[in-house]
């Protein structure tokens, strides 16, 4: 019997990943042992109860390590339950139509894999910073100031909510 839990995460700028530290911190914080590992790093699903997978959607897609990470692991996926969530807006202030427009990407994306039936799916505010982005994505960017919209709140929220979804032991 297990009682570990997995929050795995994929990141290009960092903003995902403290993100799944937050829910990380959370889950331990109300007793549960988790290990936290991007995608790239992880060899085996042996000895967890679930798995909270996190990514950022990237150009319409939620990124590639998640999506690697689904293909060479099913077999193991489709025994394990699974907490979903994707950071995707930026835009400060709240843009309705930018949530809308992320929501769909990551609902399309999703619907990619018909065996992964998360028992939970969240789409979360990003980050975003032109500073970091390189040549050619920083000329794509243009003038799109910085900005931070991750609510860490919600985050908890979500966190917390999982402690009622996710099995204490598989
Ligand atoms: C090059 C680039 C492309 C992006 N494409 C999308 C997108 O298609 N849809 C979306 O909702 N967010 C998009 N975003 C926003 C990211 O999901 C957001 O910045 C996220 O916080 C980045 O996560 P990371 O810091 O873990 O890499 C994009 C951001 C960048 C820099």
Do not use: C
């Amino acid at each position: 019997m297990s009682s570990k839990v997995l929050i795995a995460f994929a990141t290009n700028y960092g903003s995902t990943r403290e993100v799944a530290e937050t829910i990380a911190a959370t889950l331990r914080d109300r007793g549960l042992v988790v290990d936290i590992l991007p995608f790239r790093e992880i060899r085996a699903l042996t000895g967890y109860s679930a798995i909270v997978m996190g990514a950022p959607l990237v150009r319409y897609s939620l990124h590639k390590d998640l999506h690697a990470f689904l293909s060479r692991n099913r077999q193991a996926l489709v025994k394990l339950p699974i907490a979903l969530f994707a950071l995707g807006p930026v835009h400060d202030p709240y843009d309705a139509k930018e949530w809308q427009g992320s929501q769909e990407q990551l609902d399309k994306e999703s619907s990619k894999f018909s065996w992964l039936t998360p028992i939970t799916v969240k789409l979360f505010g990003g980050k975003f910073d032109p500073a970091l982005l390189r040549f050619p994505l920083n000329k794509m960017a243009g003038s799109e100031p910085a900005s931070d919209i991750r609510d860490w709140n919600a985050i908890r929220a979500w966190a917390e909510s999982l402690l009622e979804k996710l099995p204490k032991s598989a």
